[in-house]
């Protein structure tokens, strides 16, 4: 690996990383030569007493789940595999699932990675314990990404006990009841873990304590669902029928406390309202003026034509710094040029 | 020498001229009896006098501040509340140190999206009273809390005794505000999950006011726990409480804090607050629980079984809030305890894998013989996160040099298991070396770059943090550990 980069370096050759081209889809289309991570694979230590679980970057995800369902442990960020994922391209896309509202951002479990930087020098930064402030917080900034600063060549991860107890319930109500109910509930002590609303329907997911749960459930009401773990997986993977079909899928960030955006086609709502899922044939320029307005951004999150561009462009402060970080970590520029930003 | 001085003196009061054009007099200090109190954070042990003290009150004046310290070529030193255990806001004698202890106005409480926007002089603990009526509250408790100020928590990545189950500030910061060293407005973050880009907002949070100067932060606030409980539990031996810690979240249970003190701590703490603990305990935990009623009860339980089974000799659970605040407040006290006890006291902050601990807590038991020097320990036991306090006269010489060498033994240590020099202190100038033995100097290097990609005069707290590649070499060839600097006239940024 760090030779193939440090040759492409000299050429000023781009590399297009890629674990298991699960997420090939997502952000501006890959280019160059292909850098294959899937060969240096493998969990390299793993406490459960510890928190802990290291791996090299072409684990697959399913591999690492299964290792830590086995000890009674999970991710608690709930990323998508979206297919043979690695733990590398799951990083490096940053993407977090339905609990992301309650327990947090792919970012936060990121304890240390070992990362190759675009001159082939093999960098190491954090490590694997839960407080660590010596030195930037360079594993957080490589989370997400997308492969611009360096090759995630190892990553430790903070993982967490599964909860003994979930249930999941379901509420009739449109979207600015189910807006007002997801924010008045998380600022209650109520064990929540997912939100999702969709053509009338609020779903809520409870984890935790069986007391916990026991404790809320009738406290929140709502009819239960019997198959919930289903649900939150059809959501998380986006196999729902609402992620199907050929209409661009937005993703908009907003705050969750933001109006219902008026904007044309089908939204799906997660994370208690800041995640706007829109199928949407509405043009980029008033899906993102929208977005702005309500104090968020939106990303083009699969489509087949993508030339208006996936992200919400920078303002030139931020693009300034973007470019000098990617000059410190990739002066060739040949780690997945282009892929975030067509600026580098 | 003498010219040094006038010239010196000369640009004082030039830079503070260029100050008082657009601030008011009170809010530009260079008499020496003004810049004293400037002098030094909570590592006392370090000072140096500003040359000049600017005291902003608004944005406006900050951009102004920094751009006419871009442009003067003025290094800047940020400072919160001054409380800060590893020098991170050590004053140059050469620039400018900027105070954001004005800044102290909580702008906007908003308990529906369950956050507050507030300024950078607001302290850490005022923000969960600010949201209290809500039911809401701060998670990060630093136990300087009182006094820190929530713009160096964002500085130095704070942590706290609640830091396992409720993150670090880097978890619990969703956006901050605040203008680059050329006094270019920068908002990194955002109130919706997420924000455009990379993600800088967790660059910036433990960056040691090296990137850039923090003028807005927005924290998220978490819904008050309806009840907390915390078990004390002793033991008779140190090794075994460490082994129970592990035991605990091997057992699936993730506590609201899970703390520990030796004998030596937990004796120099009773002296001063009379909180309760076990004396005859070779070391204590306070596990706390926190959540519904149903859920403490059931969670109390199972720690109290785990406790038991790895050999805990008593209990005593927590029956009402005061008695949970009295075993708290106990490990809260531990540093002013520490320093009734001792003339001085040097807090060191390593981080360790937990598995580790019984080893290191013997590496430092042998450290104090080596020294002559007594060393009590408090320990966020969840984190892996060490508190050793060596006792020690910091007006003897010889005994402060002991001191440093012990320090830098066990920070070296932590380092050699797997660990880190620092978990919530920061580097400052008091840990500098020690970066020296975590990173390589390929990593050091990229951290130059990562600065001067923000900084590119380096002129934001210059010398801090990140030892340049010279000083390291210096460093591993004097064997000079810890403390004073062999050579303060190398280049530093």
């Known amino acids: ?344 | 020498m003498g010219e040094t001085v006038s010239l010196s003196l000369s640009r004082r009061h030039e830079v503070a001229r260029a100050l008082r054009a657009f601030l008011p007099a009170r809010a530009v200090l260079f008499e020496e009896e003004d810049t004293r109190p400037y002098e030094c954070d909570g590592l006392t042990a370090y000072r140096q006098l500003p040359m000049v003290v600017a005291l902003p009150e608004t944005e406006e004046q900050v951009r102004r501040i920094l751009q006419l310290c871009a442009s003067m070529r003025v290094p800047v030193v940020p400072r919160g509340a001054g409380t800060g255990l590893s020098g991170g806001a050590l004053p140059l004698g050469d620039g400018v140190l900027l105070s954001m202890a004005k800044f102290m106005r909580v702008l906007r409480v908003d308990p529906r999206a369950r956050l507050a926007v507030v300024q950078p002089g607001v302290r850490n603990a005022a923000i969960s009273e600010a949201a209290a009526p809500h039911g809401l509250y701060y998670a990060p408790d630093p136990s300087s809390q009182i006094a820190c100020t929530i713009g160096g928590n964002v500085a130095e990545n704070s942590g706290g005794v609640h830091c396992l189950k409720y993150g670090l500030t880097v978890h619990n910061v969703l956006r901050v505000r605040g203008y680059t060293i050329d006094g270019e407005p920068l908002e990194l973050g955002a109130e919706a999950p997420d924000a455009p880009g990379l993600d800088l907002l967790a660059l910036a949070v433990g960056s040691e006011g090296m990137l850039f100067v923090v003028t807005e932060v927005t924290v998220k606030l978490l819904p008050k726990p309806q009840c907390a409980r915390v078990i004390m539990a002793s033991f008779d031996d140190v090794e075994k409480a460490g082994d129970a810690v592990a035991e605990i979240i091997a057992a699936g249970i993730i506590p609201a804090g899970l703390e520990m003190m030796d004998r030596p701590a937990t004796r120099a703490v009773e002296q001063f607050v009379g909180a309760g603990y076990d004396l005859e305990a070779a070391a204590i935990l306070l596990c706390e629980s926190d959540g519904t009623p149903a859920e403490v009860e059931d969670e109390i339980a199972r720690m109290e079984a785990v406790l038991t089974a790895a050999g805990a000799v008593r209990l005593a659970v927590s029956r009402d809030e005061a008695e949970r605040l009295r075993f708290w407040s106990g490990r809260k006290a531990a540093f002013p305890a520490v320093g009734r006890i001792s003339p001085d006291y040097y807090c060191m902050d390593g981080t360790i894998p937990r598995k580790r601990l019984g080893e290191v807590l013997h590496f430092i038991a042998a450290l104090e013989k080596k020294y002559g020097l007594r060393c009590p320990n408090v320990f966020h036991a969840g984190d892996g996160n060490l508190h050793p306090l060596i006792l020690f006269d910091a007006n003897n010489a010889e005994e402060l040099h002991r001191t440093e060498q012990f320090a830098a033994e066990v920070l070296e240590k932590c380092v050699a298991v797997g660990g880190t020099i620092t978990g919530e202190h920061g580097v400052g100038v008091e840990k500098i070396n020690q970066m020296c033995t975590q990173f390589r100097p390929d990593e050091l290097e990229l951290f130059h770059a990562v600065k001067l990609a923000f900084d590119a005069r380096a002129l934001l707290n210059p010398g801090k943090a990140v030892p340049t590649l010279a000083r390291c070499a210096e460093y591993g060839r004097m064997h000079v550990h810890g403390g004073a600097l062999p050579h303060p006239e190398l280049p530093r940024f």
Not at chain 1, 322 to 334: N, Q, V
Request: net charge positive; with cysteine; aromatic share 6%.
């Open chain 1, 1 to 344: 690996m760090q030779d193939q980069i440090r040759s492409a370096a000299a050429r000023a050759a781009p590399l297009r990383l890629r674990g298991g081209g699960s997420k090939d889809f997502y952000g501006n289309p890959p280019r160059g030569e292909l850098l294959d991570t899937r060969g240096y694979a493998g969990i390299v230590d793993y406490e459960p007493s510890e928190l802990v679980l290291s791996a090299r970057a072409g684990t697959p995800l399913a591999e690492i789940e299964q290792a830590l369902a086995e000890r009674g442990q999970c991710l608690p960020f709930e990323p998508p595999h979206f297919g043979e994922a690695t733990l590398g391209g799951c990083l490096a896309a940053g993407l977090s699932g339905p609990r992301r509202a309650a327990a947090g951002a792919l970012r936060d479990f990121v304890l240390g990675v070992k990362l190759v930087d675009g001159r082939g020098r093999m960098l190491e930064f954090g490590g694997r314990v839960m407080k660590n402030v010596a030195g930037y917080d360079v594993s957080r900034l490589v989370a997400g990404s997308l492969g611009t600063l360096g090759v995630i060549a190892e990553a430790s991860l903070k993982v967490l006990p599964r909860p003994p107890a979930e249930r999941t319930l379901r509420f009739d109500m449109d979207q600015p009841a189910a807006l007002d109910a997801m924010n008045v509930w998380a600022g209650e002590p109520l064990p929540i873990s997912a939100s999702a609303w969709h053509e009338g329907a609020l779903h809520l997911r409870l984890s935790g304590s069986a007391a916990a749960v026991q404790a809320a459930a009738p406290r929140l009401g709502g009819t239960e669902v019997a198959d919930g773990a289903a649900l939150w997986r059809a959501i998380r993977e986006q196999t729902h029928a609402f992620f199907g079909g050929e209409e661009p899928l937005w993703r908009i960030a907003v705050p969750s406390t933001a109006a219902p955006l008026a904007l044309s086609g089908a939204q799906l709502l997660e994370w208690n309202g800041g995640l706007r899922w829109l199928r949407s044939s509405a043009g980029a320029q008033e899906i993102r003026a929208a977005a702005k307005r309500a104090g968020g951004h939106a990303t083009l999150f699969r489509a087949r034509d993508k030339s208006s561009g996936v992200f919400t462009p920078l303002d030139p402060v931020l693009l300034r710094l973007h470019r000098g970080l990617k000059s410190a970590f990739d002066p060739a520029g040949i780690l997945n040029p282009g892929r975030m930003y067509a600026e580098f």
